[in-house]
C-alpha cells in the first residue's frame, strides 16, 4: 500500500514560510539566552557578562551591568519581578525587578549551563562535572546534588518531584528524577549524542534536541522518559534549543558556521517545517511569549523576531504530492515527486541512532536499495528549499 505524504509548500512575497525579523541589539557578542516575562519586556544574555534588557517588545535594548565578565548562558523567569542567570565560573545572578538590577548569588567554579525554578524560592542549576544545585530558599543556599554524568546543558521540571536533564559526551546523557533531584536515573542509554535541550509540554510527553559535527536529531517521549524515539533529523546541522507556547506548537533552533536554522511544528512534533530566520548566524536559544510572538538569539549579537509564529501572512499555496513505497517494505523504496521535475528534493535516510545510511537527490524519481540494511525502523527526511519533513519507514 502507499504512503502519500502531501507537501504544502507556502510561498510568500517577502520570505518562504514567513517572516522572521533582525532586531538591532547594539553587540556583537554572542548571545547565549533568552527570556520574556510578557510581550514587551525580556531579557536577553550572552558572554563577557552580557545583560540586554527590553520594554518595548525588542524595538530598543539597554546593556544592564551584571556585575561580572563572565559568560552567560541561561535566564530563567519564575514571576514578573524574579528571575535567575547562570554562566561561567559558577555564576549565578538575581533579580527582583524584572531585570532592572541583578545581584550575584554564585557558587561553585564550574561552568553552569542552565537554571530552572519552580517556584521563586525553588530552583536548579547545571552544568560541567555532572554539577547540578538546588535551592530551596530563593538562591541564598544551593546543595550540591550527586549525578553520575560529565557535562549537564539543560534542565527542565514537571513538577517538585519530577525532573529531566540533557548532556554532552556520553552515554546515558538523558536523566531523569522523580525525588526532587536526590537521586537521577538514565534514560535512553543507547546514542552517544550531544543533548543541548529538554522541554516537556505535558508529564508524560517532552522533547530532547541534540547538536553535533553531523546530525542534529530531535527526539520524543510520550512515556515520561521510559522510551524516546527520534522524530526528526537535520543532516549535517545541530539543535541547541526547544521552545513550546503550546503543546502542539513548538519550536527547535540551531545551525552552524555560516548557517542558521529554526524549524516550527504545530502537531506535537510529529513534522517539522524549516522557516527562513534572515541571519546566517547559528541560533543558540528562543522563546515564545505566546503562539505568535517569538524571539531567538545567536552568535555576533543576533536577535530575531516574530510576531505570527513566523507562518506567513500573504501566502500562496502550493501543493506538491510526495509518494513513498512501499511501506512497509522489504527491499526497495521508491520516491515519487510525480512528475515535478523542476523541484530538485534532497533525502536522508538514518537509523534510530542517528546514523546516516543514505543520502541523495530526487529530481524526479528515485529508487533506494534496502537489501543491504537490517529489519527495523528508519527515518527518511526529505527537503525542498528549505522546507523539511521526516517520517518513519519499516523495513521487514
Same mark, same amino acid.
Given at each position: 500500500?502507499?504512503?502519500?505524504?502531501?507537501?504544502?509548500?507556502?510561498?510568500?512575497?517577502?520570505?518562504?514560510?514567513?517572516?522572521?525579523?533582525?532586531?538591532?541589539?547594539?553587540?556583537?557578542?554572542?548571545?547565549?539566552?533568552?527570556?520574556?516575562?510578557? &510581550? @514587551?519586556? /525580556?531579557? =536577553?544574555?550572552?558572554?563577557?557578562? *552580557? #545583560?540586554?534588557? !527590553?520594554?518595548? $517588545?525588542?524595538? +530598543? %535594548?539597554?546593556?544592564?551591568?551584571?556585575?561580572?565578565?563572565?559568560?552567560?548562558?541561561?535566564?530563567?523567569?519564575?514571576?514578573?519581578?524574579?528571575?535567575?542567570?547562570?554562566?561561567?565560573?559558577?555564576?549565578?545572578?538575581?533579580?527582583?525587578?524584572?531585570?532592572?538590577?541583578?545581584?550575584?548569588?554564585?557558587?561553585?567554579?564550574?561552568?553552569?549551563?542552565?537554571?530552572?525554578?519552580?517556584? &521563586? @524560592?525553588? /530552583?536548579? =542549576?547545571?552544568?560541567?562535572?555532572? *554539577? #547540578?544545585?538546588? !535551592?530551596?530558599? $530563593?538562591?541564598? +543556599? %544551593?546543595?550540591?546534588?550527586?549525578?553520575?554524568?560529565?557535562?549537564?546543558?539543560?534542565?527542565?521540571?514537571?513538577?517538585?518531584?519530577?525532573?529531566?536533564?540533557?548532556?554532552?559526551?556520553?552515554?546515558?546523557?538523558?536523566?531523569?528524577?522523580?525525588?526532587?533531584?536526590?537521586?537521577?536515573?538514565?534514560?535512553?542509554?543507547?546514542?552517544?549524542?550531544?543533548?543541548?535541550?529538554?522541554?516537556?509540554?505535558?508529564?508524560?510527553?517532552?522533547?530532547?534536541?541534540?547538536?553535533?559535527?553531523?546530525?542534529?536529531?530531535?527526539?520524543?517521549? +510520550?512515556?515520561?522518559?521510559?522510551?524516546?524515539?527520534?522524530?526528526?533529523?537535520?543532516?549535517?546541522?545541530?539543535?541547541?534549543?526547544?521552545?513550546?507556547?503550546?503543546?502542539?506548537?513548538?519550536?527547535?533552533?540551531?545551525?552552524?558556521?555560516?548557517?542558521?536554522?529554526?524549524?516550527?511544528?504545530?502537531?506535537?512534533?510529529?513534522?517539522?517545517?524549516?522557516?527562513?530566520?534572515?541571519?546566517?548566524?547559528?541560533?543558540?536559544?528562543?522563546?515564545?511569549?505566546?503562539?505568535?510572538?517569538?524571539?531567538?538569539?545567536?552568535?555576533?549579537?543576533?536577535?530575531?523576531?516574530?510576531?505570527?509564529?513566523?507562518?506567513?501572512?500573504?501566502?500562496?499555496?502550493?501543493?506538491?504530492?510526495?509518494?513513498?513505497?512501499?511501506?512497509?517494505?522489504?527491499?526497495?523504496?521508491?520516491?515519487?515527486?510525480?512528475?515535478?521535475?523542476?523541484?530538485?528534493?534532497?533525502?536522508?535516510?538514518?537509523?534510530?541512532?542517528?546514523?546516516?545510511?543514505?543520502?541523495?537527490?530526487?529530481?524526479?524519481?528515485?529508487?533506494?536499495?534496502?537489501?543491504?540494511?537490517?529489519?527495523?525502523?528508519?527515518?527518511?527526511?526529505?527537503?525542498?528549499?528549505?522546507?523539511?519533513?521526516?517520517?518513519?519507514?519499516?523495513?521487514?
Amino acid at each position: 500500500m502507499k504512503n502519500v505524504l502531501l507537501i504544502t509548500l507556502i510561498l510568500s512575497n517577502m520570505a518562504l514560510y514567513g517572516q522572521w525579523t533582525a532586531l538591532t541589539s547594539g553587540t556583537t557578542e554572542w548571545l547565549r539566552g533568552v527570556s520574556f516575562v510578557n &510581550a @514587551d519586556t /525580556g531579557v =536577553v544574555v550572552g558572554y563577557n557578562g *552580557t #545583560i540586554l534588557r !527590553t520594554t518595548n $517588545g525588542g524595538m +530598543t %535594548w539597554a546593556a544592564v551591568n551584571s556585575g561580572t565578565n563572565k559568560n552567560l548562558f541561561g535566564v530563567f523567569f519564575v514571576t514578573d519581578e524574579v528571575g535567575y542567570i547562570s554562566g561561567a565560573n559558577g555564576t549565578v545572578l538575581k533579580t527582583i525587578d524584572a531585570g532592572l538590577s541583578w545581584t550575584s548569588k554564585s557558587i561553585g567554579g564550574v561552568t553552569l549551563h542552565d537554571v530552572f525554578f519552580l517556584t &521563586a @524560592d525553588i /530552583g536548579y =542549576v547545571a552544568g560541567q562535572l555532572g *554539577t #547540578i544545585y538546588k !535551592t530551596s530558599d $530563593g538562591g541564598n +543556599t %544551593w546543595t550540591s546534588l550527586s549525578v553520575p554524568h560529565n557535562g549537564l546543558v539543560s534542565i527542565y521540571f514537571n513538577d517538585l518531584e519530577t525532573g529531566f536533564i540533557a548532556g554532552l559526551g556520553q552515554t546515558n546523557a538523558i536523566m531523569k528524577t522523580v525525588d526532587g533531584g536526590l537521586n537521577w536515573s538514565h534514560q535512553h542509554p543507547n546514542t552517544m549524542a550531544e543533548y543541548a535541550s529538554v522541554y516537556f509540554t505535558h508529564s508524560d510527553t517532552g522533547f530532547v534536541c541534540s547538536t553535533g559535527v553531523i546530525d542534529g536529531n530531535i527526539l520524543k517521549t +510520550t512515556d515520561s522518559g521510559a522510551t524516546w524515539s527520534i522524530v526528526y533529523t537535520l543532516p549535517s546541522y545541530g539543535l541547541y534549543a526547544l521552545n513550546f507556547p503550546t503543546s502542539d506548537i513548538g519550536y527547535a533552533a540551531g545551525g552552524f558556521s555560516g548557517f542558521s536554522i529554526m524549524l516550527r511544528t504545530s502537531d506535537a512534533g510529529e513534522t517539522w517545517i524549516s522557516q527562513n530566520t534572515n541571519t546566517t548566524e547559528p541560533l543558540f536559544d528562543c522563546y515564545f511569549v505566546n503562539k505568535d510572538i517569538g524571539y531567538a538569539v545567536g552568535r555576533n549579537g543576533v536577535i530575531i523576531k516574530t510576531l505570527n509564529g513566523a507562518v506567513g501572512i500573504e501566502e500562496t499555496k502550493t501543493d506538491i504530492s510526495v509518494n513513498m513505497y512501499p511501506n512497509p517494505t522489504n527491499n526497495y523504496l521508491i520516491i515519487d515527486l510525480n512528475g515535478n521535475e523542476n523541484l530538485e528534493a534532497h533525502y536522508s535516510l538514518t537509523d534510530l541512532t542517528g546514523q546516516t545510511i543514505y543520502v541523495g537527490k530526487i529530481h524526479n524519481r528515485e529508487q533506494i536499495e534496502l537489501n543491504s540494511i537490517q529489519t527495523g525502523i528508519y527515518l527518511l527526511t526529505i527537503r525542498i528549499g528549505e522546507w523539511t519533513t521526516t517520517r518513519r519507514i519499516i523495513k521487514n
